[in-house]
Each structure stands twice: as C-alpha cells, then as structure tokens.
C-alpha cells in the first residue's frame, strides 16, 4: 500500500516511492448535495418551530394575566371610589341632621329654657282631668239628630241668645283697619239650652238672621257659642244686599220689613224648606202690615223673645210644634221693651 498523508482537511496528499507518478486526491468541501441539506433543514426545523409556539403561548400568558390584573385593579378602585362617596354622603346627612337638631334644641331652648321642669304627677293629673271633662261633655248633651234641610231656625241673635245691650263686639286697629272681634260672654246659657232643645226635637237646620251675619267675626263668634253647647254651626245666613225702603216713616218699621223680604228671599231660593220659624225679638208680624210683593207672612211663623231674657224654654217648645206643622196663635209679647235702632 501506498502511504498517504493527511496535509489539511480541502486535500490529501500521498507520497510515493521514487519513480512513481504523485497522485493528489482532492478532498476540497463542495456545496452539500440536495439530500444531505433536506435531512438537515428537517432535523433542525423542528425544535425552532417548538421555540416559537413555546414563546408565542408564553407571551400571551403574560398579556392575559396583565389585562386581568389591570382588570382588578381598576374594579377595586372603583369599589374604593363608590365606598368613600357613600362614606362622605352618610357623614354629610348625618352632620346636617345633627345641625338642624341642634337649630332645634336652640330653638326650643330660646323658647321653653326658662320653664320647670316636666313633672309627670301634674302631668298625669292634667291627662285625667282632660279625660273627666271629656266624659262630662259625652254625657253632657244628648246626640243630635240628622240634619233635616226641610226645617229651618231663622235665628236673631240680640235680644234671642243675649241681651239686647250695648257690646256684643269690640273693635281693634289691626293694619290701619278697625277689626271686629265677637264678644260671646253674655250669651244667656238657658237661651243656648232652649235652642238645642228645638234642633234635638226637629233636627231643624239654623239659618242666621241676626246682623252679626254681616261679618265674619261676628259669625264665627256665634258658631263657637254653639259648638260649646254641642250644636252643629250655622248652615248659612239670610241675603245681606237688600235695602230698606227709605219711604217708611218709622225706621223700626222699615227694618222690620227688610227682615221678612231677607227671609221671603231666602226661603224662595231653597224650595225644599217646609217648615220654618222665626226666633226674635222684633215683632215680625209688624211685616205683614205693609207687605211687599213676594214677602211671606211671618205672624204665624214668629216666636218673639224678651230683650232681656232671651229665649226661653216654653218658647222652644212653641217653634218646635211649629216646625212640626202644628198652627199656632201668634207667639208674640204682649209688652216688648222699645229700643230705638238707628242702624
């Protein structure tokens, strides 16, 4: 065999006896053949492709995890934001409560700072007494009965339920304007229980004739009268726009007919009246004398009263036979004390 000798990795040389021919093998690297760069390119592509997918599902990992904790994040300080807003709200309510408790108690300081103290045995003694005047009152009067619109007391007042004297009202400057004011602590309590006697027994409606219908006060005056003695206030009043006739000599006269055609006009604006009577001190019968077109007769309906005492208990029983429909004589004074009216 011929020796050879390994001079570097592109050539091999051989060395040969002398007198041979020298032979040089080229061992120079070429390009690699086709097959040999397909078995390399398989061998190193899968592991790389392996690198990437590992890679691309890392990444997406981290990018899920930092949106879902970005997430919560934002979700807490919400919550955080929304609990300090309703903690600032409760402390607000609960400051504005305490202030205006306190305005309270300041007020009421100003106002009852300098009374007693409560003390519960007056204060009980009190209740029990509110509660016998109540049981009183129960059994005071007995219940009325239902209105009956069909039946209705005209009702004078001066000279019926109080006196015929000078008051019955006082005035006061209120604003630059006399105001009345009603003054009710004449009123004849047996006139007021002679008065209930007759709405107990008829039901009658009372319709106020009086010239204390002319102002509110002085109404409202007469409606608490009869609340005190448990009646049911005035339904209405008697028409307060007529006039007198001038033409009538005697002024008492002339009053007295402007009376009848109040009552006459009245009565025709209600037909569902049918029984009435008159209660007062004036003899209405005076009326009939001198009667104007339309005006009622009013001697067979008239109970006249004395000035001075008022209506009485006999008296009511003769307007309660009359809004009965009973026919009575005239119930009227033989002997009246004349008082002159320039009103």
Known sequence: PTPCLL????????????????EVVSTVEGPPSAATSSNSSKKNAD????????????????????????????????????KRKAQERAQAEEAAAKKGKSEVDDLFESLYGGLPAPDPTKDSLQAQKVKEQERWRSHRFPALPAEDPAKVIFLDIDGVLRPLTAGGFRSMMVDGEWALRAETADFISGALLALRHIVENTGAIIVLSSEWR???????????????????????????????????????????ERRAREISTWLSNNPQVKQWVVIDDINMADADLDRKPGTLLMAPRIVQTHRKIGLTMDQAKAAIRLLRGEKLPPQILPVQPYVELTG
């Open 7 to 22: 001079l570097r990795p592109s050539a091999l040389w051989c060395s040969v006896m002398p007198g041979d021919e020298p």
């Open 214 to 256: 002319r102002d509110l006060p002085m109404r409202e005056g007469v409606d608490k009268a009869l609340e005190e003695y448990e009646m049911r206030p005035c339904a209405t009043w008697t028409p307060t726009d007529l006039q007198r006739d001038m033409g009538t000599e005697n002024p008492f006269k002339a009053f007295t």
């Open 47 to 82: 592991p790389m492709q392996t690198l990437k997918a590992r890679a691309a599902a890392t990444a997406a990992e981290k990018e899920r995890f930092a949106k879902e904790r970005a997430e919560r994040v934002k979700a807490g300080i919400e919550e955080a934001r929304r």
